[in-house]
């Protein structure tokens, strides 16, 4: 079984910086780490490894910093990593993103096939949960998202059943493989690093591909150029000034504070209570 985990190295949230003119995240200087949500992936990546066997192999877009990432990868466990790095990825968006990931995994197929793809449910920088959905799109794979437990894998029939979170439950899933799953936050622990995985990730002769070994066939659609995403403005949320108020009733009793409530909100904004009125007839 041959298991992919996409990853990415992305700036500490605590300190993130925005491009004025470009709107663009601004990495120069921020300390970078792995998308946690992704280390969730590689850990159940790597226990269904220790569980039916294979290989589980590390994929990552980014700049040669992201090196730092797949390493990391590398001393958990991960058989394999590949960096797909070149100026003309810069800017790119999901869109963009889930393109030139796609083009690489075919890649990767050329040499072994792949049973399954991994990555987290969306990354802390961006958090739009669309670059695993577009890379399933992309390839023709069967879609498991925010999926919170594995259940099993058949590997002679090639079947993989999951739990996955739904609104107001959980849904049990069984579909052929191959396919692409995002893993939620919380499903797992990850494990340490071994010493020897250790020594072996900073030796390991990393694989840096550029647009050509990723076998992008359309320059037009990775970078600014294939991401039609305009941030037209980005900004911090500014602290209210206003005082939160405190409602007290003699009683204390529910009803009561819901009448005075009710009363309060009415006198500020009365277009709501005639709002209230209008729809009760």
């Known amino acids: 079984m041959h298991i992919i985990v996409c990853i990415k190295q992305v700036p500490d949230s605590a300190q993130i910086r ?36 294979g290989r589980v192999t590390v994929l990552c877009m980014g700049p040669s910093q992201a090196e730092a990432a797949l390493r990391k990868a590398l001393s958990f466990g991960a058989d394999e990593a590949i960096l797909v790095s070149d100026r003309a990825f810069a800017g790119s968006d999901t869109l963009a993103t889930s393109y030139a990931l796609a083009a690489a995994i075919r890649q990767i197929q050329k040499d072994m096939a792949v049973d399954l793809v991994f990555s987290g449910k969306q990354t802390i920088d961006g958090d739009t949960a669309q670059v695993g959905p577009g890379i399933a799109r992309r390839l023709g794979l069967q879609l498991l998202t925010y999926v919170s437990k594995i259940e099993g894998i058949d590997v002679e029939k090639k079947e993989i059943v999951v739990h996955r979170r739904a609104e107001g439950g959980a849904q049990i899933l069984k579909t052929r493989l191959p396919c692409l799953v995002t893993i939620l936050e919380g499903v797992n622990e990850m494990r340490f690093a071994t010493m020897g995985d250790m020594f072996r990730a900073a030796r390991y002769p990393l694989k840096v591909w550029d647009k050509d070994a990723a076998g992008i066939e359309d320059i037009e659609k990775v970078g600014l150029k294939g991401s039609p995403t ?8 500014q602290p209210r000034a206003q005082k939160a108020e405190r409602i007290e009733t003699q009683t204390g009793a529910p009803a009561d504070l819901a009448v005075t409530l009710l009363a309060k909100l009415f006198t500020r904004y009365p277009h709501i209570e005639r709002e209230i009125r209008k729809q009760a007839g």
């Open 18 to 53: 925005v491009h004025p003119v470009t709107n663009t995240i601004m990495r120069q200087g921020v300390p970078a780490i792995v998308n946690p949500y992704d280390l969730y992936a590689l850990e159940e990546a790597l226990r269904l490894k220790d569980r039916y066997g």
């Open 230 to 237: 305009v941030v037209a403005k980005v900004f911090a949320p």
